[in-house]
């Protein structure tokens, strides 16, 4: 029991610690959250808003509102991400986490609870966006609650294994959306469709692609914690 | 119009395995000088 | 166009026994596989010609994804467990052929969409999962290419190796289950009723192509133990020469 309990505090220890360095310099509120804010205007020009599809009486724009708002919250979260770990990098920090002593396991969670944060944030904002430009309905609110959290911690997890992965190299940057976009494929076709679900309905449809985004994400998160140790190791 | 499309995918499959295996062949000679003979292991 | 099975002229040939056997086996098999799959099979009912063209769709696809993923995530489970470089060295190896194999089974797959659907791609689960995997193991191919240590670029790549298969199967999953609430049953290849000279041919395909990977990834892998090794002596003669310089003397 000890060992867990260390295990969270050290994840506590880094997830504060983050979301000090955020509070303090407002990276991702002044930058990715702007960015984000873009992106769903600017799928607005792509898909023209006046477009209809007739047998469902909505336009286009509202019916596909789910997949731009997913798709808008993945690239957002790889700038996230990338923010996450260039604190880290600036001057050897990741080194300086290894050498405290600091439960690998309990890094990596901190780093991506850090990450979950600011992607909730990001989530509310960028959603209000979203019903208010794309007109969408919100049909099932507690669906989308679940789906949210869901879909938040597969990002994030996911994300910072992959940013760890990478990290240390010149090429990070251009390295971590190639590998997480792909990996994260089943979780936007799950959050998208589950999202779909719970503005229009039957909110039954959406339940098993929560489950499937929950899976995921407890995936990741062990998958994570095992190997983060191994990345931290030599660079 | 179909036979078309199926000598397109033999061409670039069996072309790129052919290649492929002529890419390997090279790196694996020009690999195999730099190597002393006694730290060639696997090559028999 | 087949792999080559002379050792030839040059000084250092990289052939051995088995890959000898290997490579004439695959020059037989694609022999016979080029007959009955272009000449003796018959146009299949519903994909007419292109039934030639699934004779080595599927077998690209199934020794993509599962043999050589699959071979790429064991040896990344005991290259971690052992640090045996011949077992990361086979990751690395059989990750590389799966990505081209990926590419085979998505040019193909479109080909073969082109004239039997009539377009080059729908989102059919099978195309659009191999695409997803493809960039995720090219993704792989990076990690190995990292700016770091070798043994950092290994453990990174093998942990990528371990997961990208696990997803892979996962993405496999989800995109079936996607397409099954979308569309109405399309005409699929493997659903296809197949009989007689048509199922021959295309076990002749995959045990043409089975072979072709096993040539390719012993030499692929001959390839990398070679860059290790030469790696390594180029370490040793650094450090010789540092440790010459140290004592004042020359090599």
């Known amino acids: 029991m000890r060992v867990r309990s260390e295990l969270l505090a050290d994840a506590w220890l880094v997830a504060s610690k983050d979301l000090r360095i955020e509070r303090s310099s407002r990276v991702v509120a002044s930058q990715v959250l702007p960015f984000g804010l873009i992106v769903l205007i600017l799928f607005g020009f792509g898909i023209s808003p006046d477009r209809r599809v007739v047998e469902a009486d909505r336009t286009v724009l509202e019916q596909v509102a789910p997949g731009l708002f997913w798709l808008t919250v993945f690239l957002a979260s790889l700038l996230a991400l990338g923010r996450s770990f260039a604190i880290e990098s600036a001057d050897g920090s990741l080194e300086a986490l290894r050498l405290t002593g600091l439960d690998p396991g309990g890094v990596f969670l901190g780093k991506s609870l850090a990450v979950a944060a600011e992607l909730l944030v990001l989530e509310a904002l960028l959603g209000a966006g979203a019903l208010l430009l794309y007109g969408a309905p919100l049909g099932h609110p507690f669906l989308l609650m679940v789906v949210v959290v869901a879909a938040t911690a597969s990002i994030a997890a996911a994300g910072t294994l992959y940013s760890a992965l990478a990290s240390g190299s010149r090429v990070r940057d251009t390295l971590v959306p190639v590998l997480v976009l792909p990996a994260l494929a089943p979780a936007l076709l799950g959050a998208t469709l589950a999202t779909e679900a719970a503005l229009f309905g039957p909110p039954s449809d959406g339940w098993p692609w929560a489950g499937l985004l929950g899976a995921f994400a407890v995936l990741y998160f062990g998958a994570g914690m095992l190997s983060f140790g191994l990345m931290l190791e030599e660079t | 119009m179909y036979w078309n499309y199926v000598l397109i995918g033999y061409v670039v499959v069996f072309g790129g395995l052919g290649l492929y295996a002529v890419s390997l062949l090279r790196r694996g000679r020009n690999l195999a000088e730099q190597v002393e003979p006694d730290r060639r292991r696997f090559l028999d | ?251």
């Open chain 3, 1 to 251: 166009m087949s792999p080559p099975t002379s050792t030839g002229p040059a000084a250092t040939p990289t052939g051995s026994k088995l890959t000898r056997v290997l490579g004439s086996l695959s020059l037989a098999f694609l022999a016979i596989f080029l007959l009955f799959g272009l000449m003796l099979s018959p146009p299949e009912v519903s994909q007419r010609e292109a039934v030639r063209l699934f004779y080595i769709h599927v077998p690209s696809a199934v020794i993509a994804l599962y043999l050589a993923f699959g071979l790429t995530a064991v040896g990344s489970v005991v290259y971690l467990r052992k640090r045996s470089t011949f077992w990361d060295l086979l990751a690395w190896s059989a990750a590389e052929i799966g990505v081209l194999f990926c590419a085979f089974t998505l040019v193909t797959g479109m080909l073969w969409g082109r004239p039997t659907w009539g377009v080059f791609w729908k989102w059919d689960p099978r195309l659009t999962s191999t695409a997803i995997s493809f960039v995720l193991f090219i993704g792989y191919l990076a990690v190995r290419q990292l700016d770091l240590t070798p043994e950092a670029r290994s453990s990174r790549a093998a942990v990528l190796g371990i997961i990208g298969f696990l997803n892979t199967i996962v993405v496999r999953f989800s995109v079936s289950w996607w397409q099954s609430l979308h569309q109405g049953t399309t005409l699929n290849p493997v659903d296809t009723q197949m009989d007689g000279l048509h199922l021959l041919s295309f076990f002749l395909g995959f045990a043409t192509l089975a072979l072709v990977f096993s040539w390719l990834l012993v030499h692929r892998f001959r390839v990398a133990w070679l860059a290790h090794q030469a790696g390594e002596a180029g370490l040793d003669r650094a450090l010789a020469e540092r440790r010459a310089e140290a004592t004042g003397r020359t090599v």
